[in-house]
């Protein structure tokens, strides 16, 4: 079975600074997907950015990018130049892909990010 | 457009009731799950469909049971209703193959008095 791990279960940052969150994994698969979502205090969750694991290229949506370390079973997200709407709780999730069928989506805890003035 | 919306946004209702919740995707994906989201926010898949046939079905008790129509919508239903069914429910689509996204409804509360 895999397992999330978030170990940050608080942050906080100052308006246009960065800050990253962690996320370890642990898995014995080789093909998986990892991503961010975001879920703002109106409950939506939201897709941030994803990662196939058989690319080593690091994956970037605009202001967030992610650090994936495969061998070390790590997946981080950056925040650069955070915003005030960026307050939510990150979730890391795990997805392992099999061929044809569809498969459930693994969460960590969660870290709260609030971003201060 | 709603991509994934669920009804109600909130239940309230008392120990023992019958309710359901209802979802309904128009993105054309082929699977939907429904995920659980406890008091302290952690999210646990309860069940997933693909093309209407039941792939996933987590350790949920029988009291919930989940019916697909047809691709676009997965409901919830649960019987004799507890305290400790109180959570956020969401909803939840994707494809099967390629593009594994899934995009999430915005949840219903549900408060068990």
């Known amino acids: 079975a895999q397992t999330v791990t978030q170990s940050q279960p608080e942050m906080s940052v100052q308006e246009a600074e960065t800050v990253t969150l962690s996320c370890t994994y642990d898995?014995?698969?080789?093909?998986?997907?990892l991503f961010w979502y975001k879920q703002p205090p109106s409950r939506q969750m939201i897709l941030v950015i994803r990662q196939e694991a058989y690319k080593q290229q690091n994956a970037t949506e605009n202001r967030f990018s992610v650090n994936f370390q495969k061998a070390a079973k790590s997946f981080s997200l950056k925040i650069s130049d955070s915003q005030l709407g960026d307050t939510a709780m990150y979730f890391c999730?795990?997805?392992?892909?099999?061929?044809?069928?569809?498969?459930?989506?693994?969460f960590g805890t969660g870290t709260r990010l609030q971003v201060t003035l | 457009d709603t991509a994934v919306s669920q009804t109600p946004k909130y239940l309230v209702t008392q120990m023992g009731n019958d309710k359901s919740i209802k979802c309904e995707q128009n993105l054309g994906h082929d699977t939907m799950y429904w995920y659980k989201q406890d008091s302290k926010k952690f999210l646990k898949i309860m069940f997933s469909?693909?093309?209407?046939?039941?792939?996933i079905n987590e350790t949920v008790p029988n009291r919930f049971s989940p019916k697909s129509p047809d691709k676009a919508h997965l409901n919830l239903h649960i019987n004799s209703l507890e305290l400790g069914d109180s959570a956020v429910y969401f909803c939840?689509?994707?494809?099967?193959?390629?593009?594994?996204?899934?995009?999430f409804g915005p949840g219903t509360r549900l408060t068990v008095t």
């Open positions: 898995t014995s698969e080789n093909n998986y997907y």
């Open positions: 469909y693909n093309n209407k046939e039941l792939i």
């Open positions: 939840a689509s994707s494809h099967s193959q390629g593009a594994f996204e899934q995009y």
């Open positions: 999730a795990f997805y392992r892909s099999s061929t044809g069928t569809a498969s459930k989506l693994t």
